[in-house]
């Protein structure tokens, strides 16, 4: 009788625990913070789960207090970079750095020979891909810049091999960084093969296949006052100062200035003349992996652009 009681009373103590416990008002934090690792399929050694939450929670209030400044043209949100810090996802993302001797001009660019109102968007012929954390940017930018150039002007849908440029084309870096204007040429010079045949592995390895059937006749720099234009006709590859684009959701993109450091594409611009940014982050980022940056030479946009012919 009296080890029933006792039985009982334990029970009574341990469901009133446990009660209090779920009835715990959970923060806000906790709960995205927990989201957060299964969306993004993070998992952390016990010592770093601490630290990386400390920053998780750091960049989590910087992002509330952004999209409750009304004066901001665009929102913030968490993605995948949300437990990194600032250096931390410069060191991985932002490996561009332009040719030796190279400044960008800090005159007003003017877009030429286009009509006002003009708008062209080519979203949807284009796909989102990630370069997961390797720091080839810049072979994203010109294999989408020949996918969109094969697809826009022949019709042809090609799903070409990032990790052959990281790998083969050796006037670049691969993870550490490199240059889209290069890397088109290899692929004038040697061709591209298919991303089933050289899939992407985002990390530096050796040379498997050094060409491939796919090719183009010509690489063509753009003039500044020309990109719109271009544009017009086919996506286009570009570089840009990212420093602040981690945690970008939506909206007109202006918060930069022309220290050029990220290679992504232009695929269109709106009838105010506002840019249409791929980037090579996955879908989860952005708008659904798109950005819209500032007409005008926003973020160094037109200094550096190139295109397949
Ligand atoms: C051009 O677009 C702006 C808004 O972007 C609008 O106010 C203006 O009326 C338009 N002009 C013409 C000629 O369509
Ligand atoms: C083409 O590939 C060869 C062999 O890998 C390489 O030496 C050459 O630099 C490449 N061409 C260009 C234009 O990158
Ligand atoms: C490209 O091909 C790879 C390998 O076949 C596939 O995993 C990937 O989903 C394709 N990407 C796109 C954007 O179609
Ligand atoms: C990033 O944004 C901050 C304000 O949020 C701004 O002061 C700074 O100049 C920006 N950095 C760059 C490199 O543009």
Request: glycine content about 8%; aromatic content about 10%.
């Amino acid at each position: 009788m009296q080890k029933t009681l006792l039985v009982a009373g334990l029970t009574l103590l341990l469901s009133t625990i446990g009660y209090i416990q779920n009835q715990q008002p959970v923060d806000e934090v906790s709960m995205v913070f927990k989201q957060f690792k299964i969306s993004y399929s993070k998992s952390y050694a016990y010592v770093e789960e601490a630290y990386r939450r400390a920053i998780f929670e750091q960049n989590f209030a910087k992002i509330l207090a952004h999209n409750a400044d009304p004066t901001q043209t665009y929102t913030v949100g968490v993605n995948q970079f949300t437990d990194l810090t600032q250096d931390e996802f410069a060191s991985i993302y932002l490996t561009y750095t332009p040719p030796e001797g190279w400044q960008p001009s800090d005159e007003e660019v003017v877009q030429e020979g286009v009509q006002p109102n003009d708008s062209v968007d080519w979203r949807s012929q284009v796909r989102v891909k990630d370069q997961g954390t390797c720091g080839s940017c810049w072979a994203f930018s010109a294999i989408g810049a020949v996918e969109a150039f094969l697809k826009v002007t022949k019709g042809e849908n090609h799903n070409l091999s990032e990790q052959q440029l990281v790998d083969c084309d050796k006037a670049s870096s691969g993870c550490n960084g490199g240059y889209p204007d290069k890397a088109l040429k290899y692929i004038q010079a040697n061709g591209s093969t298919t991303e089933s045949s050289y899939p992407y592995a985002a990390k530096n390895q050796a040379c498997k296949t050094a060409t491939g059937t796919t090719k183009i006749s010509g690489v063509q720099n753009i003039a500044k006052t020309g990109l719109q234009a271009a544009i017009k006709q086919y996506p286009i590859s570009v570089c840009v100062d990212a420093s602040n684009w981690s945690g970008y959701k939506q909206g007109i993109f202006s918060n930069c200035n022309k220290n050029i450091n990220h290679a992504v594409m232009a695929v269109g611009y709106d009838a105010s003349g506002n840019w249409i940014i791929k980037n090579s982050w996955a879908t989860s980022w952005g708008q659904n992996g798109f950005m819209f940056l500032q007409a005008g030479d926003t973020c160094g946009v037109t200094q550096l652009a190139v295109r397949a012919i």
